[in-house]
Every structure is written in structure tokens, then in C-alpha cells.
């Protein structure tokens, strides 16, 4: 059994907690045994004194230490009434070590001198004070030798730890086993569900069936089996969706081969000696053309596979001119100016290529938007730095334009492929790909507004030091 399992782990500290249990068994009853050894051994001087005080000869000297023998003592000293009177006695081997009085020790004494005597193998002499039973008189005093005690103490604090040690390794396994029972086995059970589940989450069999009886088990079980019905559920949409994808794909790319042959004969429609055959051969190609282009943003968006972005820093100026430059001609045909609003030498770090689609696809949309309504307009750029102050590092752009705003409905599905547009014969995906690019930058592209003044666009990129994973350009 591996330390680092549950299993292994409960085992550790159950015996821990069983060589504490033997600790606080042992130590008490040690005491307790010292101070009974003693207090018995007052009693016996005691009953051997009053052997001696019902006569009022003396014994024979035999008989006393016959007498001291039976108490295991060496003396006897009794106080009655105002007297302190040596009854029963014999000779010391050795000077008195020392004097321990039963009627004040607390209980952390005992068990301290208990120690004490265990600790030292050496034989003392020490004099023990009591209080005489069935009052018998005022104070009584016995001497004696620790060797025996000590002996008795070991004989006794064996058996003990022997007893003690038993019944706690007995209820320990049997703790262990019903811990086991009760709560490593449901525990592994789930975890074999997960495993099961992980190998083959489409079927269905493998979503486990909360049974366990221990209320938080059982709610962790519901939890799993909740998790493990959405994602099956989440993994047949997205193979659906997957084979629907495939079957578009494939439609798109014959309707796009069958709109291009279109495409070839309706360009002849043009030097046709009918005037209402050219005059409608222009608006026929506009529609097969914008049709082709929806087959192949289609085709392009199903292969589409976004590289990490290669993070370099360079001039942002720079970069929005060039946008600027490529959607110079058709603005200045839809009377639409552009506003550049940059701090000086603003550099930041992305990849420029991406940033560029995104910017480009923004200010196309905003163009686009303008020249619907027929009247001139603006296009402004703005761009700023973040610090950790504003509660995140890095830098905002922003992108605004004068048109006339995003219908209500647009907005919920503004960043969502195919749905994302308004514009006659637009697919959506432009938005879709350019939150897609700043979402592999560690950012966010949002609609700060739109009304009938305008809308405003803000991409915010974090600055390179929370883009530790990407890669950086060579």
C-alpha cells in the first residue's frame, strides 16, 4: 500500500493516533499504580503498627521485622493525637532520598515521579507520607525502597500497554476497514466511472449512476453524472455539426465550380445585341460573383486553422497607416476621412500580420457602414497604454466610425460565424475570425457602443509578460 494514497495516508495517522492513545493510557495509569503501590503500603504499616499498640509489652524483635517485612517497609512512624511516635522499625541501608507527602500531590507530580522511577534503576530510599485510614491517627509515615516498586511498575505497565495495545489495533483496523468501506471504495468506484467515461465519453453506459449512501459522495456523484450527460450531449452536437460542416464543405465547394461556369457564360451575356440582356448581364454577375465569394469564405473558414500569434513589438502607427492606405481609395469615393488619434512612438508587442487583418477587417466593416447611408462620415483610430493600475497591463485600441450603428438583434451574435452581419451578400465571419485572433492574444474585442451616432470597437491586449506560453518572433 503506497503512503501517498487515501488508503495509505488514514493508515499513518490512525497509527499515530494509536501510539498517542497508548501514550495517554500509559502515563495515567502508571501514576495511578505508583500512588495505589504507595498508599497500600501506608495501610499495611498501619495495620502492622496496631499489632504493636494492642499490647503493652514489647515484641520480639523477629516479630517486628516479620511485621515491617509483610508491609515492605522499614519503619513506621505514627502521629496520634499531638505525638509523633516511631512504632515499628529497622535499619536503613542507605540515607533517605527522598520524601513524597500522598495528601498534596497533584496528578501531573505522580505521573512526573512515576517517570522518574521508571527512568532511574537504581534502588532509593524514600519516605512517604499519608493520612492513616479509618482515622487511626493524625499523620503516618513509612520508609522504604523503590527497587520493588520499580519492578511491580514494570510487570504492571506491561500488561497494560499489552491490553491497551490490543483493543486500540483492534478498533483501528476495524476503523480502517469500515473508513474503507465506507468512503475509499465509493471514492474509487467514481474514479473508475471517470476513467471509463474518459475512454469512451459518446457512450452512454459509462455515465455513472449515483447509488452512494454518504450524502456528499452521493452529491458528487449527481454532480459527475450531471457533467458527464451535457458534455455527451456537447460531443453528439458538435459530431453533428462536425458532418454538417463536412456535407457544406462539400456543397459549397460544387456550388462554387457550378456558379464559376455560370460565371463564365453570364460574362458573355455582356456583348449581346439585346440592350436588356447587357443591361442585366452587370447586375447577374454581381450576384453570381457575390455567391462565389460566399462558397469560397465558406470553404476558407472550414480549413481555417489560426497559427499562435509570433509576439514582436513594433510601431502601431506605422501599422494603422498601411490600414489606412489599402481602404484609401474606396473611402475617398464613399466621402469617408479617417482620424488617427496616437500618443508619439507608441510600440506595442503582438504579431503584426494578425493585428493588421483585424484592424483592416474593422475598418472595412466601418466603410461599408458609412457608404450605406449615402452621407460622408468618419473613421477614427485611438490607442492607449494600460497599467496594472487601470487593473490590467497592456494596451487598448479603439475603432470608431460615424455610421449608423448595429441593429439590437446584431449584437447578441455580433462575433458568431455566418450571423455576425447586416450587410447585403456578407457572410459574418470577419468579426468572427478578428475576436478569434485577439482571443489568441490573451485578449478581448467588444462593442463598446452602437447608436445612430456611431459605433465604437476596443481590441485589449495584454503586454507580453501574460503571454509567457506564446511563441516570439524570430
Known amino acids: 500500500m503506497k503512503v501517498n494514497t487515501l488508503s495509505g495516508r488514514f493508515l ?12 495517554l493510557i500509559l502515563l495515567p495509569g502508571l501514576a495511578n499504580f505508583r500512588e495505589d503501590y504507595l498508599l497500600t503500603r501506608l495501610e499495611r504499616a498501619q495495620i502492622a503498627s496496631l499489632a504493636l499498640l494492642t499490647t503493652d509489652t514489647m515484641i520480639e524483635p523477629d516479630l517486628e521485622q516479620e511485621l515491617l517485612d509483610n508491609a515492605g517497609v522499614y519503619n513506621v512512624v505514627l502521629r496520634r493525637d499531638a505525638a509523633r511516635q516511631l512504632v515499628l522499625s529497622s535499619p536503613i541501608p542507605q540515607p533517605i532520598a527522598a520524601t513524597y507527602d500522598l495528601r498534596e500531590e497533584p496528578f ?61 489495533v483492534l478498533t483501528a483496523l476495524l476503523l480502517f476497514f469500515l473508513v474503507r468501506r465506507l468512503m475509499v471504495v465509493p ?36 454532480a459527475l453524472a450531471s457533467m458527464q450527460l451535457q458534455l455527451t450531449a456537447a460531443l453528439r452536437q458538435k459530431e453533428r ?23 463564365l457564360f453570364a460574362d458573355r451575356m455582356e456583348d449581346s445585341d439585346d440592350p436588356a440582356v447587357r443591361r442585366a448581364a452587370p447586375k447577374l454577375m454581381g450576384s453570381i460573383g457575390r455567391a462565389v465569394n460566399l462558397c469560397e469564405t465558406t470553404l476558407a473558414f472550414g480549413r481555417a486553422e489560426e497559427p499562435p500569434p509570433r509576439l514582436a513589438p513594433f510601431d502601431l502607427a506605422g501599422l494603422i497607416a498601411e490600414v489606412v492606405e489599402s481602404e ?37 466593416n466601418a466603410r461599408q457602414a458609412i457608404e450605406a447611408t449615402g452621407k460622408p462620415g468618419t473613421i ?20 470608431q466610425d460615424t455610421g449608423p450603428g448595429l441593429p439590437a438583434k446584431l449584437r447578441e451574435r455580433l462575433f458568431q460565424p455566418f450571423s455576425g452581419t447586416s450587410k447585403k451578400g456578407g457572410t459574418g465571419l470577419g468579426l468572427a475570425i478578428s475576436a478569434e485572433l485577439v482571443r489568441g492574444h490573451g485578449g478581448r474585442l467588444e462593442v463598446v457602443r452602437s447608436d445612430e451616432t456611431g459605433t465604437e470597437f476596443r481590441l485589449i491586449l495584454p503586454c507580453a509578460l501574460a503571454l509567457e506560453g506564446a511563441p516570439a518572433a524570430h
Open 328 to 364: 484609401a481609395i474606396p473611402a475617398q469615393a464613399a466621402q469617408v476621412d479617417f482620424v488617427i488619434d496616437l500618443p508619439p512612438d507608441l510600440e506595442i508587442q503582438a504579431d503584426r500580420e494578425q493585428l493588421y487583418r483585424v484592424l483592416s477587417n474593422l475598418a472595412r
Open 241 to 263: 455539426l462536425a458532418q454538417l460542416g463536412q456535407a457544406v464543405a462539400k456543397i459549397s465547394h460544387d456550388l462554387r465550380n457550378i456558379l464559376t461556369t455560370a460565371q
Open 187 to 222: 471514492i474509487k468506484r467514481v474514479v473508475a466511472h471517470m476513467a471509463a467515461y474518459a475512454d469512451a465519453p459518446e457512450d452512454a453506459r459509462t455515465i455513472i449512476a449515483p447509488q452512494a449512501r454518504i450524502e456528499e459522495l452521493r452529491i458528487a456523484e449527481e
Open 12 to 23: 499513518v495517522l490512525t497509527t499515530v493516533f494509536v501510539v498517542l492513545a497508548e501514550v
Open 380 to 399: 477614427e483610430f485611438g490607442a492607449g497604454e494600460m497599467s496594472a493600475a487601470d487593473g490590467e497591463a497592456g494596451w487598448w485600441i479603439r475603432v
Open 108 to 168: 501531573w507530580k505522580l505521573m512526573r515521579d512515576a517517570l522518574a522511577v521508571l527512568a532511574d534503576p537504581e534502588d532509593h530510599v524514600i519516605r512517604v507520607i499519608g493520612d492513616p485510614v479509618q482515622k487511626g491517627g493524625l499523620v503516618i509515615e513509612v520508609t522504604l525502597a523503590t527497587a520493588p516498586m520499580r519492578l511491580e511498575m514494570i510487570e504492571y505497565g506491561l500488561r497494560l500497554l499489552t491490553l491497551s495495545a490490543v483493543v486500540s
